[in-house]
């Protein structure tokens, strides 16, 4: 029996060293890594420079604590605020701690400023914020809440980018509206053009502040630094987290000049976040990914591999769809063609590929920014062999013979 709580169903790989867009297990074999560590590893595995930064870091000071002053953490609080064009920082260690603060903060300003006793923040359906009990409440995946009650209160929930759901609210205690630009966990879903503006636009006009979890699609994922610059606005408060260190753990809340003071001393706090040997990690990526153009390639490449995608699969009867910004990726399937996709990952490390199921019909896609024209060519095949292959399985054990021809006859297309 293991030591670890079962919170996990492992896929039994080990992996012992990385590098690029590729991991080798135990035994040597290399897998191309089409999920970068759940967006987390946006330079690939063992970048050279974050890997230096790292270790000379570690070896001169890892860890002094938030009683001091962090010169590192203060560098990279301005690199965000210039790249954001927001005005203050918190730092922390996660995505969920992230959010927290993004609650913490917008109630507060809401007590504070707007005088509301019991502060109330929008939520969307289907949305993913994290797992500690606050982010778990602003969490649209009953999935995720079960077991969990009494979850704390003042989330107000309506259906993700519907625009009208949003205007019929007739609270006077809603000071905030909570989103994810595009709904990572939820499918990777996107809303629909112009719908994150007109809901800056509606914020302006009833005084809610807009907060936007960018945990997944933030540093560039999406082919922009942050995914509301597609959109062109600005968040009130911004959160971000997994590709920022690489790999080394360190989350941020970012906002406005206006809404930060509601942060004084003691009223929030973290014991490791922004610490000398996470900041210095930040600050590499940051420089890597400026330096070497990688935010245009995540547009370039993830357009480049869904044009892929649809070539190989096009017409294929369980492809219901295949969405994505930059290089994150959806690929709906209808399981009552493919069958049951939890097998799925496992088939792919079957072939050397790492690939993540979402939503239970999404094949997700999320490899780093720095993989290579091969690369997602050779994704984009052997993506296609899986869903070709797991359909015909399906097809298979179905009573009817004509699914199974037809499954066979929309197995992927070989490129020119």
């Given amino acids: 029996m293991s030591a670890l709580m079962p919170t996990y169903k492992r896929l039994p790989v080990a992996f012992t060293r990385g590098e690029g867009s590729w991991l080798f297990d135990e035994q040597g074999r290399a897998y191309l890594d089409g999920i970068a560590g759940i967006a987390v590893c946006l330079l690939g595995h063992s970048h050279p420079r974050?890997?230096?930064?790292?270790?000379?870091?570690?070896?001169?000071?890892?860890?002094?604590?938030?009683?001091?002053?962090?010169?590192?953490?203060?560098q990279l609080a301005e690199r965000l605020c210039q790249l954001s064009g927001l005005d203050a920082v918190f730092f922390c260690n996660s995505g969920a701690e992230a959010n927290e603060a993004a609650i913490k903060l917008a109630r507060r300003y809401a007590h504070d400023e707007r005088g509301i006793d019991e502060p109330q923040i929008v939520v969307a359906d289907g949305a993913f914020h994290g797992r500690t009990l606050g982010a778990l409440a602003a969490t649209g995946n009953p999935s995720a809440q079960h077991g969990f009650a009494p979850l704390p209160g003042g989330f107000v929930r309506t259906p993700y980018a519907d625009i009208e759901s949003l205007r019929?609210?007739?609270?006077?205690?809603?000071?905030?509206?909570?989103?994810?630009?595009?709904?990572?966990?939820g499918g990777v879903r996107i809303p629909p053009e112009g719908y994150l503006a007109a809901v800056r636009e509606l914020c302006d006009a009833r005084g809610w502040l807009l907060l936007?979890?960018?945990?997944q699609t933030?540093?560039?994922r999406t082919g922009r630094m942050f995914a509301y610059e597609h959109a062109e606005i600005r968040p009130d408060v911004v959160t971000i987290a997994k590709a920022l260190g690489n790999g080394m753990p360190i989350g941020?809340?970012?906002?406005?000049?206006?809404?930060?003071?509601?942060?004084?001393?003691?009223?929030h706090g973290t014991t490791f976040g922004g610490n000398p040997l996470a900041a210095r990690a930040a600050l590499a990526v940051l420089d890597v990914l400026e330096q070497e153009g990688w935010v245009a390639n995540a547009a370039e490449a993830g357009t480049a591999l869904r044009e892929c995608l649809r070539?190989?699969?096009?017409?294929?009867?369980?492809?219901?769809?295949?969405?994505?910004?930059?290089?994150?990726?959806?690929?709906?399937?209808?399981?009552?063609?493919t069958g049951d996709l939890s097998s799925l990952p496992q088939r792919g490390?079957?072939?050397?590929?790492l690939i993540n199921v979402t939503a239970g019909s999404v094949v997700r896609l999320?490899?780093?920014?720095?993989?290579?024209?091969?690369?997602?060519?050779?994704?984009?095949?052997?993506?296609?062999?899986?869903?070709?292959?797991?359909t015909a399985a399906a097809a298979s054990q179905s009573s009817d013979p004509s699914l199974a021809h037809s499954s066979a006859s929309s197995s992927a297309k070989p490129r020119a």
């Fill in 168 to 185: 019929a609210l007739d609270d006077e205690r809603i000071c905030a509206v909570l989103l994810e630009p595009i709904q990572g966990e």
């Fill in 366 to 390: 999320l490899p780093p920014l720095t993989i290579r024209d091969q690369e997602w060519m050779h994704l984009a095949d052997g993506v296609a062999t899986l869903i070709a292959e797991q």
């Fill in 252 to 267: 941020a809340c970012l906002t406005t000049a206006a809404v930060a003071p509601s942060f004084g001393p003691g009223s």
């Fill in 50 to 74: 974050v890997a230096a930064a790292i270790a000379e870091q570690a070896q001169t000071l890892m860890h002094t604590s938030n009683l001091y002053r962090i010169p590192l953490q203060e």
């Fill in 349 to 353: 490390l079957d072939h050397g590929l």
């Fill in 218 to 220: 933030g540093i560039g």
């Fill in 212 to 215: 936007l979890d960018e945990i």
């Fill in 311 to 337: 070539e190989q699969l096009d017409g294929h009867p369980a492809v219901r769809e295949i969405r994505g910004q930059g290089l994150m990726i959806g690929i709906e399937l209808d399981t009552a063609l």
